[in-house]
């Protein structure tokens, strides 16, 4: 952004100061923009305001001196000097800031030698002016010497320095300004279009700030959680930080429970931190987390449920297995005495058999 010279000086001050070394001696200056905008003047001299520059034709000689020191301000050493064609001196030393020419000051309208009156007589003729009044405008011009102009040069540099210094300390502070600014922007934006709650409080609790996000949260406009505190607005006491906290870890994250316009309890997680400005402050980014709350309970009683289902299922599976464990020794023991009948049999038999082979033995 391109400054103008009355944006980086304060020209109430300076005007003053020109004021006042006029007081101290004759000492007609002004403070010009590159736009011609005359930005503090002091002592200008009637011979030109209410002369020269009023009549056309001898205008004409002051828009030719005006010209050409600005086409000589680059070989200003500090300043550039020129006498107009109607005798008079005029000094121009610019003011340069960063690099960057701002306007010029000027000194003038003086002589560096007693006028000829003759000379200044013969101008009122020539352009139709007043004589007496014209004569008596002459003789209010100031007479320097080329010392004395070269001593006020001299302090003219020294003062176009401190114009500059002050104009560069001023830029700066509008640039710092602007950064600022520009930064708390970027910041306001983001924090009033974020999905997550914000808060700024003192350290006694009291809102500061809030987004826009927890008024939706909350159901409360901006106007009236800034009149409320923490304590309006938590449903449950919160124990998870404090403040001896906040100062020797600088911040901390927990979850707690808030309360609506409306009277409805809603879960929130919290991250805090803390600020030592203006007293102490706290900033807290805030995320309703209602409906992750809601589905951890659900897959907590889930959980819950399925655990008495498999406890359910153990137990009748242990039943049966004790059943079972029953059945087999029903049945193991049941076959070893079929079995055992088995082999009773068989020996019988096998005595039979043998008893009948003696008695057929016998017979033959």
Known sequence: MRYKLQDLIDMELFQNLQDRLNEIYSFPSAIIDNDGNILTATAWQDICMQFHRKNKESEKYCIQSDKYIVSHLHEA???????????????????????????????GQFFLEKPNMEFFKAQAK???????????????????????????????????????????????EIEARKQIE????????????????????????????????????????????????IHDLEAVETNSITT??????GGARFDTRHRRKDGSIFDVEVSVQYHPTNGGQIVAFLRDITERKRTEEELRKHRVHLEELVKERTVELNKKNEELEHFNRVFVGRELRMIELKNIIANYEQKIAQLENVTLNKQK
Request: aromatic share 12%.
């Open 126 to 172: 020539k352009y139709g002016f007043d004589e007496e009044a014209y004569l008596e405008a002459v003789k209010k011009v100031p007479i320097w010497t080329q010392e004395q102009l070269n001593s006020y040069l001299f302090f003219i540099k020294g003062l176009i320095s401190v114009i500059s210094v002050s104009g560069l300390k001023m830029l700066r």
């Open 182 to 229: 520009e930064t708390k922007e970027r910041h306001r934006i983001i924090l009033h279009t974020a999905m997550d709650g914000f808060w700024m409080t003192d350290m006694e609790g009291r809102l500061l700030e809030v987004n826009e996000a927890y008024c939706r949260m909350s159901g409360y406009s901006t106007q009236e959680l800034l009149n409320m505190s």
């Open 77 to 107: 050493n500090p300043a550039v000097s020129y006498r107009c064609p109607h005798g008079l001196v005029d000094n121009a030393t610019p003011i340069i800031i960063e690099g960057i020419h701002y306007g010029n000051f000027f000194t």
């Open 244 to 249: 001896d906290q906040l100062h020797r870890e």
